[in-house]
């Protein structure tokens, strides 16, 4: 990963305008109550730049008239933080998996000294005075400003000649192509993911409830080295799965259900989401198997068209016009027209750092592209919600489906299931 993120910075440096200079923040654990923190999350851009998931660290980024340079701030270690919280990252540490030179990590407390010394010297380091702060600025909500403004404000009120800009369009679009040390960490989450499912599968028909089978979920991906979900588990059978984001998970099994798992392991903050729809009797009875089928050919032939220079539209049109055959086909509707009453949301989204990753969906596919396909038809008159979801590479002429080991065919799922009675 350190070769991964070095090119990384590397190319976000090409894309950002001379005279200027980035901050990315690792951001901290929110406040819970009292003493309490909720864990931390990595953000996302920070690792992606870092391959460190370490809180309170600033990367700062330098674009001059004819050299880059990247420092490191990072936390100090005192005595009591070592003794309470165990010590935070060391600069040996940061170095070797940033592969930022040491002599470009300070302690967090020089920041500010050093931003000084840049607006001050810029001349000699920028090779003009600074003209743009890039900070990194998702909005998550009209609401919520960016962690990032709130640190940068001071900045801005010393030196307000500075011109704010976003680094989020072009993190967005670097994001979108996942280098092979990427992929490889996709696919060990992909794989714990699977064993996760295999689990599920075996303990099935001995569970009473949504629960112990989100449980089983955790345990095999924990036992697998994962450091958790990548997202809330899904595991909504009966009528629940009609719900798109049920993840209350507390109700009885009934044997007569069909049962729907959205779900994914997380490692090394790499996610996996994987859908899979099962029957709780152990075989697909007759309209749960039709529209099990229904679904399951959209989910294949989407698949199939998956090449670069597919365009996101095509994948939606394609999958929605068929899944309005199928749907009427099988009397679901009347008219093709009203499938969105039961298929309500879109066919798939990019995947990576974050589970709905972050990417220009008006760009047609290029190869190392990682989304996800997963169609799915949601008839609440019948209690049956069924969704199948795969992750797929977009490879130089076509795809790989990441997830192919995991079963999708009713007679191998029914194996299974027969196999750990
Ligand atoms: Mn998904």
Redesign the pocket.
Known sequence: MKEHVRKARKKLLEKMDKHAVALIYAGKAPHKSLDQNYDYTPQRNFFYLTNISEPNMILMLLKGEKTNKEFLFIEENTDHKIKWEGASMEKEDASKRAGIDEDAIFPLSKFDATFNQVMNYARSILGRPAKILYLDLYHPSVQKKPQSLIHAKTILAHYPELQVQSLNEHLAYLRMFKSAAEIKQIQTAIDHTAKGLNTILKNLKKRTHEYQLQADFLHEITLSGSEGHAFDTIAASGKNATILHYTANRDTLNQDDLILF?L?ALHENYAA?I?RTYPLSGVFQGRQKEIYEAVLSVNKATIEMIKPGVTWKELNDFSKEMLAKKAKALNIINDESQITEVYYHSI??F?GLD??DVGLYDMPLKEGMVL?I?PGLYVKDEQIGVRI?DDILVTKNGYKNLSKAIPKETKDIEAILKGSE
């Open positions: 959205d994914g989401d859908s798939g989204h995947m589970v709905h996800t997963e979801e």
